[in-house]
Nanobody, 115 residues
Framework: QVQLVESGGGLVQAGGSLRLSCVASGSTFSISAMAWHRQAPGKQREWVAVISSGGSTNYADSVKERFTISRDNAKNTVYLQMNSLKPEDTAVYYC?????????WGQGTQVTVSS
């Protein structure tokens, strides 16, 4: 059973930074694509960023130039460095693992950005 555990969320003022972490169980992390999604109150979950098994990255337009996704295969961990945070970044952030046609989700971590 794959488990994903996010951490690093919290309350920050606009303009501040946070770094989210997601630790994955299992032995397939290095061959998995990893992504971050978020869901704001009353809105649908949306994709934020993705990193392939080879390290290629892609970002939603709303976070480009502010957020950076990275991975450490030795630690089975994916990160999301969030800079220049805005109140509209407030959401629950979810980690996602995609491998072998299967998708796994973490439980989410709350990020709140105050104005």
């Amino acid at each position: 059973q794959v488990q994903l555990v996010e951490s690093g969320g919290g309350l920050v003022q606009a303009g501040g930074s946070l770094r989210l972490s997601c630790v994955a169980s299992g032995s397939t992390f290095s061959i998995s694509a990893m992504a971050w999604h978020r869901q704001a109150p009353g809105k649908q979950r949306e994709w934020v960023a993705v990193i392939s098994s080879g390290g290629s990255t892609n970002y939603a337009d709303s976070v480009k130039e502010r957020f950076t996704i990275s991975r450490d295969n030795a630690k089975n961990t994916v990160y999301l460095q969030m800079n220049s945070l805005k109140p509209e970044d407030t959401a629950v952030y979810y980690c996602k693992k995609v491998v072998g046609g299967k998708v796994y989700w973490g439980q989410g971590t709350q990020v709140t950005v105050s104005s």
